[in-house]
T-cell receptor, first 111, second 110 residues
């Protein structure tokens, strides 16, 4: 079954800690994306990658980092520099000229 | 001004009602238009996808695009409690950057 898998579903971060959110897709899509969703604010783009070993900052990249070493994987690290990390994080992938498809998200909270 | 404007609601309707959800956009270069449905604690799922102007129907759902007025609509006929969700409109030019509306929360009461 093709799709996008995000893990874990829930994640808790302590002060000063970096945490990494996993995103894996088996759709053979070139492009992958990370969004942050806060209540009433829609989706805000954090980072995106169009090909392996290349990625670009989105609108709210500060305090986040990514890597794209494999086509199917696009992990997001929320660093200690992100002072307000509590949110719902969504990963998406896309084939050119087709709509984006989403995973089921990771909810990150502060301990 | 946001590139895509969407009323966040909430919109509450009785079961069986016709629901109309709407968005406006500012960039005439947008060619592709989508509606996503998002249930609580889940990721958005693609509901409707249209190219350029016109109507597209899928079961109880109809998507409508009016490029002359830069207006996107989603109509839900015979609404059901299972339709209760947040609906996001989205658009893009054909490349890799998609612009999303803020989402409208819909409640269908039994």
């Amino acid at each position: 079954d093709g799709g996008i898998t995000q893990s874990p579903k829930y994640l808790f971060r302590k002060e000063g800690q970096n945490v990494t959110l996993s995103c894996e897709q088996n759709l053979n899509h070139d492009a992958m994306y990370w969004y942050r969703q806060d209540p009433g604010q829609g989706l805000r783009l954090i980072y995106y990658s169009q090909i392996v070993n290349d990625f670009q900052k989105g609108d709210i990249a500060e305090g986040y980092s990514v890597s794209r070493e494999k086509k199917e994987s696009f992990p997001l690290t929320v660093t200690s520099a992100q002072k307000n990390p509590t949110a719902f994080y969504l990963c998406a992938s896309q084939d050119r000229s087709q709509p984006q498809h989403f995973g089921d998200g990771t909810r990150l909270s502060i301990l | 001004q946001k590139e895509v404007e969407q009323d966040p609601g909430p919109l509450s309707v009785p079961e069986g009602a016709i629901v109309s959800l709407n968005c406006t956009y500012s960039n005439s270069a947008f060619q592709y238009f989508m509606w996503y449905r998002q249930y609580s604690r889940k990721g958005p799922e693609l509901l409707m996808y249209t190219y350029s102007s016109g109507n597209k129907e899928d079961g109880r759902f109809t998507a409508q695009v009016d490029k002359s007025s830069k207006y996107i609509s989603l109509f839900i006929r015979d609404s059901q409690p299972s339709d209760s969700a947040t609906y996001l409109c989205a658009t893009y030019t054909g490349g890799f950057k998609t612009i999303f509306g803020a989402g409208t929360r819909l409640f269908v009461k039994a």
